[in-house]
């Protein structure tokens, strides 16, 4: 490119992830204790990759170690409080803490026969491992993913301990604490249940798998693509930070994550441009979040859902997510081409452009996704999916000498990948104490009565009401465990209602991402206005308009399932996709306030409302959608064309 554009520093970069993500907020050990982290780290990488490459230990063993070396790292790792992040003394309190979860991690391991030998019959000792495992579980959460869900997944526990002093439909006749402890150390339904199942295989390794890519350096690559696609277009640099991080979104689970690393190139681009600070952090934050929904890899949560949900595969999953996906960021790409419009803004020059044959003479770097795509499509499991994936990388990597990886770069991406789980594996653990409340006490269906009760048996209310409920679980808990939460209480109603199981699931999904834009708390609006310098919570609401789609999409794939290719033919399908595309272009207009000139009041209201009747699956609100939208673009068009001639005649 002839022309840099201003972007922050690798050291930058590192600062907003450990403001606004407690996942990246880790200490950068030195001396013995950096070193025991390192190949604490490369072993949990290595044990990970020996289980899934021959997949013969125990489940419960395999989640076990899995766990025993997750809390053990994150208490070397993650600081008791941010402000000794800094700190390079660890304290022999975090030493031991580390080394009760290495005992932790090893019992059942040690003690799994002896323990099937007793029938369920707890000793002390079994009871204080136990007991000790949940303590460190929620304490291991507090420091790697945050204080809302340890304090959910607290409340879960005191309100299985309480039942009987529950108001209404709440109560349940209570479980004791060893009874507690039972289910959340020795069984399947609690800590070891379905959620850390998931973390240690599908996740794990598609974490790997995204830390061999960053290794590769396609994370620039992407942005570079993103400029030859996008960047001499009107509002260039906006459509490029749509289109970088929609890609972004295959190697990356996190929605800061994805807005610190492409955002830092790309808002600054935005902003010189002409870009409002709040807009371009918005459009950022928007792109970034929706990286999570865009096939063939989307957030961990998908991967739960595949377990969740049962008798499906995870293509199917992404294949069912495709359309949705495309329509979110189409949305997003509309609102950004009628906001350059209507601020009238360039797209890059020439010289502000990557050199074309360079760019797309690495193009080899894309192989890997490829791969995955195909192998995913041919029956494969995720798991093998993703090793041979990670093969794939390895070998197309080698391809020029400036992508390939030395023996340096894959240690290295090992020690990353290992990083990058410990919070996951927090997560998960977290959520399935929750899960396992859920299941000892029967509050899943209590609460998917409840739901059903309060709205009456009215889809669309049961649908609002578990909107809210994501969103507001989404403010501070992870998607993770956001999902895990909706999807046992809140899904179970939607299912009741006649909807399919995948498009209740993928609902209640999509709420949990969208939380990250939604005001008061957005962490990745927050974490894009530290880039731009805008105001957190304005971005927020920008964000929030700019993610609409996000909001709708959801009650369509629910009220027409066709978008998910459940149940449909090729042309019906066609029709709701189109109609829904158009619908977007009006909801867009409407919103930003421009299309070919500048809308007033009632014509933003009139674009709003054909938006809303062609998304809508229903024959007779296309139709009348259909005759608004020509009528509106016909006016739009001619007053547009007349005010080009009137400024070329001025």
Known sequence: MAEKFEQ?????????????DPEAATRRLKGPLGWIAFFGLLSFSLFQLYASIFQTLPKQILLSIHLGFALSLIFLL????????????VGIVNIMLSLLSIGVGAYLPLMLDDIVQRIGIMTPLDFTVGLVAVLLVLEATRRAVGLPITIIASLFLLYAYFGPYMPGFLAHRGVDLEGLVKTMFFTTEGIFGTP????ATYIFVFLL????????????????????????????????AVFSSALQGTISGSSVANVVTSGAFTIPMMKRLGYGKEFAGAVEATSST??????????????????????????????????????????IWMMTHFEAKRIGLRGLTEDEMPNRKEVLGKIYLLVPIVVVIVLLMSGMSVMRAALWSIVAIIVVSGLKKETRLGW???????????????????????????????????LGLKMANGLIDLSNGVLLLTLFFTMLTSLILGMGSPTTANYVITSTI??????????????????VFY??????????????????????????????????????????????FVLSPALLMIDTTVPYLIWVVFSAFIGMLAISAGMIGFWYRKLNILERIIATVTGLLLIYPERVSDIVGLVLFVAMFAVQYMAGKREQMQKSAS
């Open 196 to 199: 850390l199942y998931v973390s």
């Open 290 to 331: 929706g990286g999570q929904l865009m096939p063939p890899v989307m957030g961990a949560a998908a991967f739960l859902m595949v377990e969740f949900i049962g008798g499906i595969s995870y293509w199917e999953i992404a294949k069912a997510a495709a359309i949705p996906a495309i329509l979110y960021f189409a949305g």
């Open 490 to 507: 809140a899904a179970p109603a939607i299912i009741a209602s006649g909807v399919p199981e995948l498009a209740a699931h993928l609902f």
């Open 511 to 556: 709420f949990g991402i969208v939380a990250d834009i939604t005001p008061p708390v957005a962490l990745a609006a927050f974490a894009a206005a530290g880039i731009s310098g805008g105001s957190p919570l304005r971005t927020g609401v920008i964000a929030t308009k700019l993610a609409i789609s996000a909001f709708i999409i959801p009650y369509m």
């Open 78 to 89: 993650f600081p008791a409080r941010k402000k000794n992040l800094r700190r390079s003394n």
């Open 209 to 240: 798998f995204g830390a061999f890519l960053v290794k590769t350096g396609v994370g620039e690559y992407f942005n570079d693509l993103a400029l030859v696609v996008a960047g001499k277009r009107i509002g260039g640099p906006a459509k490029v």
């Open 8 to 20: 922050l520093s690798v050291e930058e970069q590192q600062e907003l992830l450990e403001k606004y």
């Open 408 to 442: 340096r770069d894959i240690i290295d991406a090992l020690v990353d990948g290992a990083r990058s789980a410990l919070s996951v594996a927090a997560a998960t653990a977290a959520a399935g104490i929750i899960v396992g409340v859920v299941t000892k006490t029967g």
